[in-house]
Each structure stands twice: as C-alpha cells, then as structure tokens.
C-alpha cells in the first residue's frame, strides 16, 4: 500500500479514541509513518515491512511515539528472527491450522465487544489432552495462533480497539497444565512480551478452578504490569457475561432463557474462524514472507540518536 492510497476505515468515534488514547493526529499520521519508515530503511542490521498498515500498526501500538516503535521493530525483528518456524510463511491451508480451528479448539468471535474491541477464545478441552501430545509440537500450535493474529493484523479496529483473551479451562487438570509448563512454551512467552503488536485491554479465565494459582505461577514472573492488572477469574458464567456480550458468545455459554442474537456453536465459530483465514491465505503469506523481517546483531551501531519523539500516555 502506497502511502497516498490509505483510506481511514475508523468511524468517527474510534477516530477521536485513537487521538485521545493514543496521540494519533489524522493530518500527522501519514508523515508519521514516512519518518518511521525513513529510519527502518536507514538501518544495516534490520529489514521490517515498511508498507504503510504494518508501520501504522507500530506506531498505534507505541503512541505515536518514534522511540517507542523504533523499539519495538527492534524488539520484533530480533523475536521472530529467533522465532522463524513459529512465524514465516504461515501458511492457513495446513491440516494442523484447519484442523485445530475446525474442531474449535482457538476462534475469532464474530463481530465486536461494545468497546470496539476483538474476542478471541481459546477452549482447551475440545482437543484431548493425550492427543494434543501425540500430534502437535508447541511450535506447530504457535503457527495456528499466529495465523490467526495475522489474519488481524490489518485491522484497524484491532490495531486501535485492542484484543480480548478468553481462555475456557473447563476440564483442565495438572496433567494438562504440562503443556503450559513446556519449557519451549515458557521461553517463548518470556521472550516475546516485549515484541507484542497490539492492545491486550482483558485476560479472561472461564472454569479454571483451583488451578489459577499454579497457570499463573507459570507466566506471572515476566507478565506485564498492566497485564496482571488486567487478568480476570470466572467461577461463573454470569460473571462473564459483565465482560463478555452473550451476542458474541457460542451457544453452549448462553442461558436457556437467553432470546438474543446467537452467533453460533463452538464448532461453528470454529469453522468460521477457519474459512476466514483460509480466504485470507494469500494475504496472510504475504504478511509472514520472511523477507519481510530480519535481524543482525553484529551490524547495530553501538550508538544512535533517537528523534521525533511523541508524548506517551497511560495504555
């Protein structure tokens, strides 16, 4: 996308959220995102995705600060670098990526929170737990979840809104909890907190009984901040539904009496979270080419002078 043909997909409310959220000025943001782009390709050490929605993306996630998404390009390059059979050339044609999103395992719930925002659910127990082990590696569940990130990515309610994380441990035990504890899995979740792209506004646990204490004794040590602040426990599901609109929630999390929109079964979200990422298949290629994204140490200045810099406000 050239920078003369991007067209603002906001309305006008999310507009005026993402100037007062986070410092975007529509007649600045397009010089914005030349400066960044100017500086990306500036650097010896680092190639990045200069079109215009992947810089855009960086500079909402960072406020509009230029130190800030110079940062995190660094972050991010030097992640996936490390990280490239999680991230390149995810392909959502694949029978794991199909197959773990058909039988509803991780979806995309159709539509928006009040708030603008993107609900993704992840339902443990839909794949047995001794199959989970037989057939998939860790690396291979991280390709489908970023997949499905990237299938987002473009998003502009994504990119200003934020995500919301719904984890369903309905069914969980401490034999399952090793998949959490994978050494692979921690390493991963450590290293990439600051190589995250987005808004992660709420962390919902759905049923997870006495086990909270010991998922979060696991990620608790290296989360962020406003990330622990934003963690939330279930018991119930009335407890949900003030986080969660039923309208977006598959029908098995619904009351009898409920007599509003119904998006669907969790097989059928699945399914529909699978369709929607393989119609997206070329983009998604695109988006994960990992000429894209590269990283070399050995060829950073030691040095560098930061400019262009924009007042942060609180995320």
Not at 186 to 209: F, L, M, T, W
Not at 281 to 287: A, E, G
Request: aromatic share 10%; hydrophobic share 35%; with cysteine.
């Amino acid at each position: 996308m050239a920078e003369n043909e991007y067209i603002c997909t906001l309305e006008e409310k999310y507009i005026k959220k993402a100037r007062d959220e986070l410092n975007e000025i529509p007649s600045d943001r397009l010089s914005a995102v030349k400066a960044l782009r100017d500086w990306v390709n500036e650097q010896e050490h680092l190639t990045f995705d200069t079109r215009t929605f992947s810089l855009l993306r960086i500079l909402r996630h960072s406020k509009f600060s230029q130190s800030k998404a110079r940062y995190t390009i660094e972050k991010v390059a030097c992640f996936y670098s490390k990280n490239r059979n999680s991230f390149s050339n995810l392909d959502s044609r694949s029978d794991v990526v199909q197959e773990v999103l058909r039988r509803g395992h991780l979806m995309v719930l159709p539509g928006y929170d009040d708030d603008g925002r993107v609900i993704m659910l992840y339902k443990l127990n839909m794949i047995p737990f001794e199959e989970l082990k037989k057939k998939y590696r860790f690396s291979e569940f991280m390709k489908v979840m970023n997949v499905v990130f990237v299938s987002l990515m473009k998003d502009e309610m994504f990119q200003v809104n934020g995500i919301v994380l719904l984890f369903d441990m309905t069914g969980i035990n401490l034999k399952i909890m090793t998949l959490f504890n994978d050494p692979d899995s921690v390493d991963y979740q450590k290293d990439g907190q600051d190589a995250q792209i987005g808004r992660i506004k709420g962390i919902h646990y759905y049923n997870v009984g006495s086990l909270f204490e010991t998922i979060f004794s696991i990620y608790k040590p290296f989360m962020k901040k406003k990330h622990k602040e934003r963690t939330h426990v279930h018991g119930t599901l009335e407890s949900l539904y003030k986080h969660i609109p039923k309208r977006m929630l598959p029908r098995e999390y619904l009351p009898d009496d409920y007599d509003g929109p119904i998006c669907g079964s969790l097989l059928e979200i699945g399914a529909q979270t699978a369709d929607r990422v393989l119609m997206m298949r070329d983009d998604i290629l695109d988006i994960s080419n990992p000429a894209h994204l590269s990283y070399n140490e050995s060829k950073k200045p030691a040095t560098e002078v930061l400019q262009h810099f924009r007042k942060l406000n609180v995320d």
